[in-house]
């Protein structure tokens, strides 16, 4: 059997025959006797890929799709950027692995990165590299603030996703993945979050800040209120694997507010948003704020190299030697292509064609509105999603969203789904996606929803 794929293929939307061809069906089977039964995408998604290039893979059997999930946002440049490719290249003639030395590679990097930051917030931040993983990073953030307040408790949102290491799944919303471990991390409160077409506290959504936030206001104000004053408030401003649900702005400015005066260190966790999905660097620049702690990882390097870090005020540093390590947080390639990522990302205003692919996506999603199978289209920058539920009582409409992402996938088009019993449609193609590619997408996407039918 050969490791290497055929000869790249066209790129345009291409599928022949049912899914999986047999070469993928065979590299399927193989997966499924060896690989361990966690394995995710590839039950919802049956296809093994031999390439990819920009915005398009194909598969095993020479079929070509669109990809719309772009490694769940870590193809921020597509796939196999050239620069990106002989940036990481060149550094591994050099050195590859450097744990926590300072490098050439890592300081170019460290640059880069902080140079993105708002210039009041960058001149205040420190970074600390963690393990190759966005959980990583979110462990570690919990820990720095664990130690620099001293407590121990910390406040999340329902239906946040942080992460499946065991301390970053106690802050995640999603029970199902929580349920089979007994003895999670304690101490961790959950308050609703701002999910306007599902109001957590089932009230009209136009007091929605006064609705969320007023519960979190007065439980951490009230002395009775059962919560110990937590080391930390994590907060996403676009819960990704929630269903893309951007917060509302007033219900984000006010709970800075609170933590700010609280002094609660206010964690933002930027794994999916950060990097400019979302039109700005990071996502939390839409609401005009500051935090405390900036968590990422996904798209640093721009091609899927594992790196993850966080940034922190100053004033949290209150870490001995040695108290937070991981042996993979010296990728030197992945510093090298996250370095280049940031130049190419000014010189071809990449975050210009974000916004202005995002206002096309919403103006092709328009078309939804009038249908009553759709519950809401979502969405900032280049993450959208599209949510399906039953009108007559409200329900979430998972297996009409999965028959959609079969059908989009049988015509050429890689979608992920997300939110409550996977009913949300999820978008998040490449930040250098094109106006054809994003028509070309969406022509498949209406299609499919449109003939796939809601459930008799």
């Known amino acids: 059997m050969t490791r290497t794929p055929t000869a790249r293929p066209a790129l345009a939307p291409r599928v022949e025959g049912a899914l999986p061809g047999p070469r993928s069906a065979e590299f399927l089977e193989h997966q499924r006797q060896w690989e361990s039964s966690a394995r995710a995408y590839p039950r919802h998604l049956p296809i093994a890929i031999a390439g990819a290039e920009g915005s398009y893979l194909w598969d095993m059997d020479g079929n070509v799709f669109v990809d719309f999930l772009a490694g769940a946002g870590v193809l921020s440049l597509g796939h196999n950027h050239p620069e990106l490719v002989h940036a990481a290249t060149e550094q591994m003639h050099v050195l590859t692995h450097g744990l926590d030395f300072p490098t050439a590679a890592k300081r170019e990097f460290v640059d880069a990165q ?34 620099a ?47 306007c077409a599902r109001c957590p506290v089932g009230l009209s959504p136009d007091t929605c800040a006064t609705n969320c936030v007023g519960l979190l206001e007065r439980s951490l104000r009230d002395p009775n209120g059962g ?8 907060l996403e ?90 042996t993979f947080r010296g990728n030197q390639a992945a510093f090298a292509a996250g370095a280049a990522a940031v130049r190419i990302i000014r010189r071809d205003d990449v975050l210009g064609n974000v916004r202005q692919r995002g206002r096309q996506l919403a103006q092709r999603l328009g078309a939804l509105h009038g249908d009553v199978w759709v519950r809401e289209v979502r969405g900032l920058g280049l993450m959208w999603g599209i949510e399906l539920a039953d009108p ?33 449609i999820r978008l998040m193609p490449p930040l250098t996606v094109t106006a054809e590619e994003i028509d070309l997408a969406c022509a498949i996407l209406l299609d499919a929803i449109e003939r796939c039918g809601p459930p008799q």
């Open 114 to 147: 902080l140079s993105m930051l708002p210039p009041g917030l960058s001149s205040r931040m420190r970074m600390h590299f963690c393990g190759p993983g966005g959980a990583n990073a979110v462990d570690a953030a919990i820990k720095l603030c664990k130690t």
């Open 149 to 195: 307040t001293g407590r121990g408790d910390l406040v999340s949102f329902q239906g946040g996703f942080h992460g499946s290491s065991h301390a970053a799944m106690a802050l995640t919303g999603l029970v199902a993945q929580k349920r089979p471990i007994a003895n999670g991390v304690p101490g961790v409160h959950f308050f609703p979050y701002s999910y």
């Open 227 to 234: 919560i110990p004053l937590p080391a930390a408030v994590i």
């Open 237 to 326: 401003m676009v819960q990704g694997e929630g269903g893309i649900i951007p917060a509302d702005r007033d219900f984000v400015r006010r709970v800075r507010a609170l933590t700010a005066e609280l002094d609660i260190p206010l964690v933002v966790d930027e794994v999916q948003t950060g990097c400019g999905r979302t039109g700005t660097w990071f996502a939390f620049e839409h609401y005009d704020i500051e935090p405390d702690v900036i968590i990422a990882s996904k798209a640093l390097s721009g091609m899927g190299l594992p790196v993850a870090v966080i940034f922190y005020d100053r004033r949290l540093d209150g870490w001995a030697p040695g108290a937070h390590t991981g």
């Open 392 to 424: 007559r009582d409200g329900r979430p409409a998972g297996g009409y969203a999965r028959a959609v992402q079969a059908y989009a996938l049988q015509h050429g088009l890689i979608v992920e789904l997300g939110g409550r019993d996977d009913s949300v």
